[in-house]
C-alpha cells in the first residue's frame, strides 16, 4: 500500500544510514592508532562505499522512477489524487476508494493540506480519511495512526454542537475557499459529499 511503501523506504534508508554512521566512527576510531591493520581498514572502506551506493541507489529509484497517475487523478510529490466527480457518505467515499486501489485521503504535512486546499472548485466539500468513530473525540487517519497535526476550522470539531438535527458528526471533510489553516469541519458520516482519494503513482 501507500503507506507500507513509504515506511519500507524510510525502515531501509534509515537502517543504512545507521550502519554507515557506525562504520564510519570505527574507522576513524581506528585510524588515530598506529598499528591497525591496512586491510581491515580497504575492508571496511569498502563496505561504507558500498553501502552508500545502495543507499543512492534505492532513494534515486523510489523518487526517480518513471511514475505517473491514471487519467482524471492529479500529482503531487510522488502520490496520486482524485476528488470525485458524484457525492455520498463516508464509507461510500472510502469503499469508491478502495475499489480503485486507493483509500480516503491522509494529510500528512502543511505542503499537502495547501495542495488539497486547492483541488476542488471553491465552497466543496470533500470527504478525508479522518474519523472519530471508535471513540469520542479521538481522531485516527483511515491508516491507524492518531491525528497529531490538524487544521479544523474554529471551535472545529464540535459532534453538532449539540444539535439534534445534526446527530453524531464523527467524519471529517475538508472545505476550500476557506483559511488553508483552518478548513475542516466534522460531519455525519452519512451526508453526502464528494471525497478525496489517494494512492502511490
Not at 34 to 56: A, E, G, Q, R, V
Not at 86 to 103: F, N, P, V
Not at 112 to 134: H, M, N, R, Y
Request: a negative charge; glycine letters at 6%.
Amino acid at each position: 500500500s501507500l503507506f507500507e511503501e513509504r515506511d519500507l523506504l524510510k525502515t531501509i534508508s534509515k537502517h543504512m544510514e545507521n550502519n554507515l554512521t557506525e562504520l564510519r566512527a570505527q574507522l576513524t576510531a581506528m585510524t588515530e592508532k598506529s598499528d591497525w591493520p591496512s586491510k581491515f581498514y580497504i575492508s571496511l572502506h569498502t563496505n561504507c562505499l558500498m553501502m552508500k551506493t545502495n543507499l543512492i541507489f534505492s532513494i534515486s529509484f523510489f523518487y526517480t522512477e518513471d511514475r505517473c497517475c491514471p487519467a482524471g487523478w492529479k500529482m503531487f510529490g510522488r502520490t496520486c489524487y482524485l476528488l470525485s466527480v458524484d457525492g455520498g457518505s463516508w464509507d461510500k467515499g472510502r469503499q469508491d476508494c478502495r475499489d480503485r486501489g486507493a483509500d480516503l485521503v491522509v494529510i500528512d504535512s502543511r505542503e499537502e493540506q495547501v495542495f488539497l486546499s486547492d483541488l476542488a472548485p471553491v465552497d466543496t466539500w470533500s470527504w478525508i480519511g479522518l474519523t472519530d468513530k471508535e471513540v469520542e473525540g479521538t481522531w485516527k487517519w483511515t491508516d491507524g495512526r492518531s491525528l497529531t497535526t490538524s487544521y479544523w476550522d474554529a471551535n472545529q470539531p464540535d459532534n453538532g454542537g449539540g444539535d439534534p438535527n445534526c446527530g453524531e458528526e464523527d467524519c471529517a471533510h475538508i472545505q476550500t475557499g476557506k483559511e488553508t489553516e483552518k478548513n475542516w469541519n466534522d460531519r455525519s458520516c452519512d451526508t453526502s459529499l464528494r471525497w478525496i482519494c489517494e494512492k502511490m503513482a
